[in-house]
């Protein structure tokens, strides 16, 4: 069957966005909080949280985590996770992978670019 790209990801994003246990993955409070707590840790640190990292910091189950970082990459933040996994490999505009795009900031250079 052949697909519009805007219906397959219409599909995808229903497949995130539907009640997973107690919160609904989709509460767009949730998502806000996760794209948050992935910025902050990224400027802070120049590494991108684990999800079980994400869960911690939205006080949710881990598999719910896992769930509220696929979501929020569907609902079509810049970035994207680690073929085959749930890691974060970019975050716009950092890269969570060593790029030769070095980012400094007041003199230090913890970042790579996408």
Sequence with gaps: MITHRGERRERRE???????????VSE????????????????KTGQAPHYTEIARELK????EGRKTLQALFAAGVPGWLHPGT??????????????????TIDGRQNWFGQ
């Design 86 to 103: 749930d890691l974060i490999s970019s975050f716009a505009p950092f890269n969570n992978l060593p790029t030769p795009y070095r980012l």
């Design 60 to 63: 949710v189950p881990v598999e």
């Design 28 to 43: 767009p409070k949730l998502l806000d909080q996760a794209f948050h707590f992935i910025m902050k840790r990224m400027v």
């Design 14 to 24: 229903k497949d995130y966005f539907r009640l997973e246990g107690r919160k609904a």
